[in-house]
């Protein structure tokens, strides 16, 4: 079964830097995701991306955030300069176009440490 | 805005026993539904989803849930819990046909053997 991968898996960063997670979204599928999940708590929305643009964002969404899809195949978040409250699991979803849009396919999940 | 609750933080059932998990959304139209597994470091798993028809849906796993319009609710349940299911479930809505999904704050399991 098509699944969405991410990369790595868990990072250790040192507050203040560049920090860029990597997901591969099923291959037929133009609509993606990024989700957080602070340990304990609920995951929240980021943003979702379809056509080479955002199409929403949350507010914690900020100008330290960015997405790219820099080719066919990977879509990216980019954290400029990491806080302590950035350490989350990142999660990379994506959805197929059409009446199937709205199911969400998740990736295992990148975990993030900023120290 | 929408918005999902899910009343109970943490559940203890025996193996073998029902489970029930309560989940209400708040949208004004007619939502989409979902209810995802997760299990400890480790991304969510699907269990089943409703968009329009049938008001109980079969999921993965033996799960269904179903969606009571009357009451903003779309229960998860399993008529014979396994040690296995013992996770975290997570109800989501969205709003739009690929638009972003809202979550609850979700509802951990255990199983007692």
């Known amino acids: 079964e098509p699944e969405v991968t991410q990369t790595p898996s868990h990072q250790v960063t040192q507050m203040g830097q560049e920090v860029i997670l990597r997901c591969v979204p099923i291959s037929n599928h133009l609509y993606f995701y990024w989700y957080r999940q602070i340990l304990g708590q609920k995951v929240e929305f980021l943003v979702s991306?379809?056509?080479?643009?955002?199409?929403?964002k949350s507010e914690i969404f900020d100008d330290q955030f960015s997405v790219e899809r820099p080719d066919g195949s990977n879509f990216t978040l980019k954290i400029r300069s990491t806080k302590l409250e950035d350490s989350a699991m990142y999660f990379c979803a994506s959805s197929e176009e059409g009446a199937e849009g709205n199911t969400i396919y998740f990736g295992e999940g990148s975990w993030l440490t900023v120290v | 805005a929408q918005s999902v609750t899910q009343p109970d933080i943490h559940i203890t059932v025996s193996e073998g026993a029902s489970l029930e998990l309560r989940c209400n959304y708040s949208?004004?139209?007619?939502?989409?539904l979902f209810w995802y597994v997760q299990s400890p470091g480790q991304g969510l798993q699907l269990l089943l989803k409703?968009?329009?028809?049938?008001?109980l849906v079969q999921g993965i796993k033996g799960f269904e849930a179903e969606f009571k319009r009357s009451q903003s609710s779309f229960n998860l349940r399993k008529p014979s819990v396994h040690w296995s299911d013992a996770a975290e479930y997570f109800c989501?809505?969205?709003?739009?046909?690929?638009?972003?999904?809202?979550f609850g704050d979700g509802t951990t399991l255990t199983v007692k053997p």
């Open positions: 409703y968009f329009s028809g049938d008001t």
């Open positions: 949208y004004g139209a007619t939502p989409y």
């Open positions: 991306f379809y056509n080479n643009e955002i199409s929403e």
């Open positions: 989501a809505v969205a709003a739009t046909n690929a638009g972003k999904s809202t």
